[in-house]
């Protein structure tokens, strides 16, 4: 997701999302006390955390992966609460940041960390040089965003996310050795062109960042496109007998993976313009529409479909 989708109208941030908050699954996990109250932290096996941002719209998931001799910090979230201070009581090992894509609510603390490994794509060429401007950040705190009191010491008006250094460019099947665990980058373009989701084969999870995750998915943010989501999503089934569970990086973990058949199926639907129920909205003069349906919806350009 974005910070941009703030000032759409009302196809993207129904009011009072929050009420239907916790979410099923987070009752079945364990949850672990930490000395910051802007995140929810749950453990998801001996070496894996889910860091969650409830009470901001975005619901944004950031995870640490341990390995036997290392750890990676993937995304550094929306930079509201202090992820680095956070990661630092969960592990003791080495870690360094690797982000799944350069949107604003993944790379937010990102310049607090020396090591910051990033998908070799456009967009994260430009984001490392850029950061995100206050009037980027500003809107995901704006009115109906957030339904708790904000970190002390959080100034909105100053908040910005600074450019930062990506140590490393990640290629398309590169791996992660964390020791005893690996992780292999999956490029899947779609919702940004510098999307890389995690394979864990061990553990039997892929990290899907923003390709996937029960809510609202976008292919109309910059870098997005619906063809190549469709491709993204080809290639995720194709590798089914990998993995078991899905690690989204927005709402909720652990989700099984067969629903990424029904999102391609949908996908590939609207695409064709068969798909005739939607909600319309409009972002920077271009109208999007919204196609709704039981766990996830998928919201894109007006453009992008030929019908
Ligand atoms: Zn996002």
Same mark, same amino acid.
């Given at each position: 997701m974005s910070a941009k989708t703030a000032k759409e109208e009302n196809i993207i941030v129904p009011k009072g999302w929050w009420e239907s908050l916790p979410r099923k699954v987070y009752s079945t996990l364990e949850r672990v006390k930490t000395s910051q109250p802007w995140f929810e932290v749950y453990k998801l096996n001996a070496k894996t955390w889910a860091i969650y941002e409830p009470y901001q719209f975005e619901e944004t998931l950031s995870y640490l992966v341990e390995g036997d001799k290392k750890a990676i910090l993937i995304d550094t979230g929306d930079g509201i609460g202090d992820i680095k201070k956070l990661a630092e009581e969960l592990t003791k090992m080495p870690f360094w940041v690797v982000n799944t894509h350069t949107h604003v609510d993944h790379v937010a603390q990102d310049y607090m960390f020396k090591e910051v490994w990033c998908y070799d794509g456009p967009m994260a060429h430009e984001t490392e040089k850029t950061g995100y401007p206050n009037r980027k950040t500003a809107p995901m705190v704006g009115p109906g965003m957030t339904w708790k009191p904000l970190p002390k010491g959080f100034d909105a008006k100053k908040w910005v996310v600074p450019p930062y250094k990506v140590t490393h460019w990640m290629k398309d099947g590169e791996v992660i050795d964390l020791g005893g665990r690996k992780l292999e980058i999956i490029y899947t373009p779609g919702h940004s062109n510098d999307h890389a989701a995690l394979l864990d084969r061990k553990n039997r999870w892929l990290w899907t *960042?923003? #390709? @996937?995750?029960?809510?609202?998915? +976008? /292919? %109309?943010?910059?870098?997005?496109? =619906?063809? !190549? @989501?469709?491709?993204? +999503?080809?290639?995720?089934?194709? =590798? @089914?007998?990998? %993995?078991?569970?899905? $690690?989204?990086s927005h709402? &909720?973990? $652990?989700?099984?993976?067969?629903? =990424?058949? /029904?999102?391609? &199926?949908?996908?590939?639907?609207?695409?064709? *313009?068969?798909?005739?129920? +939607? /909600? &319309?909205?409009?972002?920077?003069? &271009?109208? #999007?529409?919204? %196609? !709704? %349906?039981?766990?996830?919806? #998928?919201?894109?350009?007006?453009? !992008? #479909?030929?019908?």
């Open positions: *960042g923003d #390709i @996937f995750y029960t809510g609202g998915i +976008y /292919t %109309y943010l910059p870098g997005g496109d =619906l063809d !190549q @989501f469709i491709k993204s +999503y080809e290639r995720m089934i194709k =590798l @089914f007998p990998e %993995y078991d569970y899905l $690690m989204p709402n &909720e973990p $652990m989700v099984p993976k067969e629903v =990424l058949t /029904t999102v391609l &199926e949908k996908a590939k639907s609207i695409r064709a *313009g068969k798909e005739k129920k +939607y /909600t &319309e909205g409009m972002d920077g003069g &271009e109208k #999007i529409r919204r %196609y !709704q %349906y039981d766990n996830f919806a #998928i919201v894109c350009f007006e453009k !992008q #479909i030929k019908d």
